[in-house]
Nanobody, 126 residues
Framework: QAQLVESGGGLVQAGASLTLSCPAS????????MGWFRQTPGKEREFVAA????????SYADSVKGRFTISRDNAKNTLSLQMNSLKPEDTAVYYC???????????????????WGQGTQVTVSS
């Protein structure tokens, strides 16, 4: 059974950095797009970043562009999110996600992703 498990969340001050990691098990995701989403209580899960199968193409939400970097290591079946210059508004539960096919489009729609992790909490204090 395919499984994604996020780690690396925590409590930090504004301006700090964190790196989230999402190793996969149960199947390889090396040929499919993957992404990061985040959610705060009472709000819809929102797109953060996406990456194509080989890491050559990425896409970011405007709110994180220039501060966050998505990357993947297919040899380790792992997705990462480097978050710099964190702001209080980045506080959320962060989820990694994977699609179930070799799509070329980097989707920002959560319904296009079939595999999800359980989430990791990121809290940024002011």
């Amino acid at each position: 059974q395919a499984q994604l498990v996020e780690s690396g969340g925590g409590l930090v001050q504004a301006g700090a950095s964190l790196t989230l990691s999402c190793p996969a098990s149960g199947r390889t995701f090396s040929s499919v797009p993957m992404g990061w989403f985040r959610q705060t209580p009472g709000k819809e899960r929102e797109f953060v970043a996406a990456i194509n199968w080989n890491g050559y193409r990425t896409s970011y939400a405007d709110s994180v562009k220039g501060r966050f970097t998505i990357s993947r290591d297919n040899a380790k079946n792992t997705l990462s999110l480097q978050m710099n210059s964190l702001k209080p508004e980045d506080t959320a539960v962060y989820y990694c996600a994977a699609r179930n096919g070799p799509y070329t489009v980097l989707s920002n729609r959560k319904n296009d992703y079939q595999y999800w992790g359980q989430g990791t909490q990121v809290t940024v204090s002011s």
